[in-house]
């Protein structure tokens, strides 16, 4: 499943990895003050690093195990050893 993307920005395709999108096409530019008719809809080289690297990182998130992270460990403590409230709480 793919995506031939021609709006502006990345986010469409982010949006179509969730979805199943294994394939994301999209216009790239090196420079953006090019002339071109596709130039508007194309994406530059940091786009293109985001890109790939939102992209990875949304299809790794999907399905699979959850580890706890060692920088997570500290909250996960305090969390599940009391409750938090920010309003008075009545008995009963």
Same mark, same amino acid.
């Given at each position: 499943?793919?995506?031939?993307?021609?709006?502006?920005?990345?986010? $469409?395709?982010? +949006?179509?990895?969730?979805?199943?999108?294994?394939?994301?096409?999209?216009?790239?530019?090196? %420079?953006?003050?090019?002339?071109?008719? %596709?130039?508007?809809?194309?994406? *530059?080289? %940091?786009?293109?690093? *985001?890109?790939?690297?939102?992209?990875?990182?949304?299809?790794?998130?999907?399905?699979? $195990?959850?580890?706890?992270? /060692?920088?997570?460990?500290?909250?996960? %403590?305090?969390?599940?050893?009391?409750?938090?409230?920010? /309003?008075?709480? +009545? /008995?009963?």
């Amino acid at each position: 499943l793919g995506l031939s993307d021609h709006s502006l920005g990345i986010w $469409t395709c982010l +949006a179509a990895v969730p979805l199943g999108a294994c394939i994301l096409e999209k216009h790239f530019t090196s %420079d953006k003050t090019w002339p071109g008719p %596709d130039v508007p809809i194309s994406i *530059d080289p %940091d786009e293109l690093r *985001d890109l790939i690297q939102g992209s990875n990182i949304i299809f790794r998130s999907l399905g699979g $195990t959850k580890e706890i992270l /060692k920088e997570e460990q500290p909250t996960i %403590d305090f969390a599940y050893a009391c409750v938090v409230t920010i /309003k008075p709480i +009545a /008995k009963g």
